[in-house]
């Protein structure tokens, strides 16, 4: 099926990116089985998480990111050929219906009274890539996504351009119009005379490269599972990548994963989860590459690491701490989601070698899910909570809402998704 030729136009009457917190939030969700992605809405009034609409989409979309404007969503795909999607985002609180029509339907009306916000997503296109890919990253004008045996970075379409097709587009105008600008570089993770026998789909994802975070310098960390590195990239004026260093994980079967790099005062500091021994690791950044300072464990001291994945690691916006999480292999075995209090000043790890300093375990395994993604309550939260992490779920098709209050995870929320749809990773809308 051609995917432009899809109705995909979804709308919600929300409250939608205005000047002052949302009284309900939006969440983009996409799955793992299916070519649909999800809009939910957060209530901070009745803190109910709702499903409002499945839209068409191309998927599975793996993985989302949204541009610095809120205006676009990224998404990963593991459908094959290997391709990365963009989706306009549009309030459409100036038209009728959000989509020039007279008025629509009024279901879910759940904005401030009188202020019927309209959401729309609208499929703009795919641009094609070598592997399918595990994460979308963009930094200053560049649109990074890195998976498997390879990564490309692509010009991200600037907002005078982002509505108008263009031929021989140069840096930062789009390529057809598909949500992309032109593809500026490829990098290969793999021997280079052996690409092209190798893996290319997402089986791929299970022992190569895993995505990409930078620091204020433009250096950018690569978790690699199969080379159980990180790679050390420097960012260039034009958006290319210079390869600085391969730093060697500390343990021999590691396999790192995902990285994040602290904030504030912890922003000299990387945060890197393994995925098979089922450690934080904590790193220093210097001139040269990495400096390991020290690990924490994800699982319980009793625990087998062979069952479980590690997953995502992401940090708190307004406490000193880092959370991460990991799966169970099977479903005999349930996944956690840990905080770790961190030395405001150094980023370290308080205490390395006891327990984290909160866990919440989660639903079931996770299944390939249990990825978070974090914003502040900013006053909306009910007595001491703080933030709010949403938290996806693929063996029972769940999506959470959870709590953080800087001492303790409590769920506030739960949806579940249609039959055939496992959730994978959701981002909030705001």
Same mark, same amino acid.
């Given at each position: ?36 992605? =999800? ?30 404007? /809120?205006?676009?969503? =990224? ?113 290969? =993770? ?60 500390? /343990? ?179």
């Amino acid at each position: 099926m051609d995917p432009n030729a899809l109705n995909l136009n979804a709308n919600l009457n929300l409250n939608f990116m205005t000047s002052t917190p949302n009284e309900v939030i939006p969440i983009l969700c996409g799955t793992f089985t299916s070519v649909y992605l =999800y809009i939910l809405s957060f209530s901070t009034l009745t803190r109910k998480l709702s499903v409002h609409k499945k839209v068409s989409a191309v998927g599975p979309h793996q993985y989302l990111a949204l541009s610095p404007g /809120r205006d676009t969503l =990224y998404a990963t795909g593991w459908g094959w050929t290997p391709g990365l999607y963009a989706f306009g985002i549009k309030d459409g609180s100036n038209d009728d219906d959000g989509n020039g029509g007279d008025g629509g339907e009024k279901e879910g009306e759940v904005g401030r009274a009188g202020e019927p916000w309209k959401l729309t997503l609208d499929y703009k296109g795919k641009t094609p890539i070598t592997a399918i890919s595990s994460y979308i990253t963009i930094h200053e004008n560049y649109i990074y996504s890195i998976g498997g045996p390879t990564g490309e970075v692509h010009a991200a379409p600037s907002s005078s351009s982002s509505s108008s097709s263009t031929s021989g587009s140069k840096d930062g105008e789009v390529d057809n119009d598909n949500g992309f600008g032109k593809k500026i570089q490829e990098m290969v =993770y793999v021997p280079e005379d052996k690409l092209g026998g190798w893996e290319k789909t997402n089986k791929a994802l299970r022992y190569g490269a895993h995505g990409i975070e930078f620091d204020k310098r433009g250096r950018g960390y690569v978790p690699d599972l199969g080379e159980n590195c990180i790679w050390i990239h420097q960012a260039q004026p034009d958006g290319t990548l210079t390869l600085v260093d391969k730093h060697v994980s500390s /343990r021999p079967h590691d396999g790192p994963r995902h990285a994040v790099v602290g904030r504030g005062e912890t922003s000299k500091v990387l945060y890197a989860v393994t995925e098979h021994t089922q450690f934080v690791d904590v790193y220093d950044l210097t001139e040269s590459g990495l400096s390991y300072v020290h690990s924490s464990s994800l699982i319980p001291a009793d625990a087998n690491p062979d069952d479980y994945r590690g997953d995502t690691i992401r940090t708190s916006p307004s406490t000193p701490f880092v959370f991460a999480t990991t799966r169970g292999k099977t479903s005999s075995t349930r996944g956690y989601l840990c905080a770790y209090a961190l030395d405001p000043h150094t980023g370290h790890l308080v205490s390395p070698s006891s327990t984290p300093s909160a866990v919440f375990q989660t639903p079931t395994s996770g299944g390939r899910a249990n990825a978070i993604e974090v914003i502040e309550t900013r006053g909306r939260g009910r007595g001491d909570e703080l933030e709010w992490i949403v938290l996806t779920d693929e063996e029972e098709r769940l999506v959470l809402v959870i709590s953080w209050n800087g001492v303790e995870f409590v769920e506030v929320s739960r949806v579940q998704l249609e039959e055939g749809d496992g959730a994978s990773h959701a981002v909030w809308l705001e």
